[in-house]
Nanobody, 126 residues
Framework: QLRLVESGGGSVQPGGSLRLSCTAAGDNLDNYAIGWFRQAPGKEREGISCISRSGGRTNYASSVRGRFTIARGDAGNTVYLQMNSLKPEDTAVYLC???????????????????WGQGTQVTVSS
């Protein structure tokens, strides 16, 4: 059974950077497309990035394109989300999820991703 754990969250000032990790146990992440989502208080869960199983295809929400980068680690059990030029509106709980296809279309993400981590808090504030 695949289990996902996010790490790397924290508090930073606007303009700062963080690197989130999504680490797997129980299976190899190369068998799945991986999506990163975020959820702020009172808002719907938002898909912000995903990477295909091969790593050859990535996708980004317009709100993070050019600032965030998703990548697979070499060992096959970690996917990273490098977040630069952070803004206060990036404050949210960030979650990673695993599924068959790289997709971040609006809608219920549980239809596309069957395995979810618990999330890590990112706070951007001066």
């Amino acid at each position: 059974q695949l289990r996902l754990v996010e790490s790397g969250g924290g508090s930073v000032q606007p303009g700062g950077s963080l690197r989130l990790s999504c680490t797997a146990a129980g299976d190899n992440l190369d068998n799945y497309a991986i999506g990163w989502f975020r959820q702020a208080p009172g808002k719907e869960r938002e898909g912000i990035s995903c990477i295909s199983r091969s790593g050859g295809r990535t996708n980004y929400a317009s709100s993070v394109r050019g600032r965030f980068t998703i990548a697979r680690g070499d060992a096959g059990n970690t996917v990273y989300l490098q977040m630069n030029s952070l803004k206060p509106e990036d404050t949210a709980v960030y979650l990673c999820a695993a599924g068959p296809l790289c997709t971040i279309v609006p809608g219920d993400p549980s239809l596309d991703y069957q395995h979810w981590g618990q999330g890590t808090q990112v706070t951007v504030s001066s």
